[in-house]
């Protein structure tokens, strides 16, 4: 049960990460390297949940 309460917490954290993606790419005062951060932390937490739910 403990496992699946994560896998949902990272999921809420990757939904979050996307909508700040979305919100900086529409604001012309971020920088590409803030957006680039925000996509690489993106693909981090999606890799993770990945391999959590294959287990």
């Known amino acids: 049960m403990a496992l ?5 917490e990272l999921r ?3 939904q979050h ?3 700040e993606v979305e919100q900086a790419q529409r604001s012309p005062g971020v920088d590409q390297l ?6 690489k932390q993106k693909l981090q937490l999606k890799e993770q ?7």
């Open 4 to 8: 699946t309460s994560h896998i949902e």
């Open 12 to 14: 809420k954290k990757h």
């Open 17 to 19: 990460l996307s909508t």
């Open 34 to 39: 803030t957006i680039a951060s925000l996509k």
């Open 49 to 55: 949940i990945e391999r959590l739910s294959a287990n």
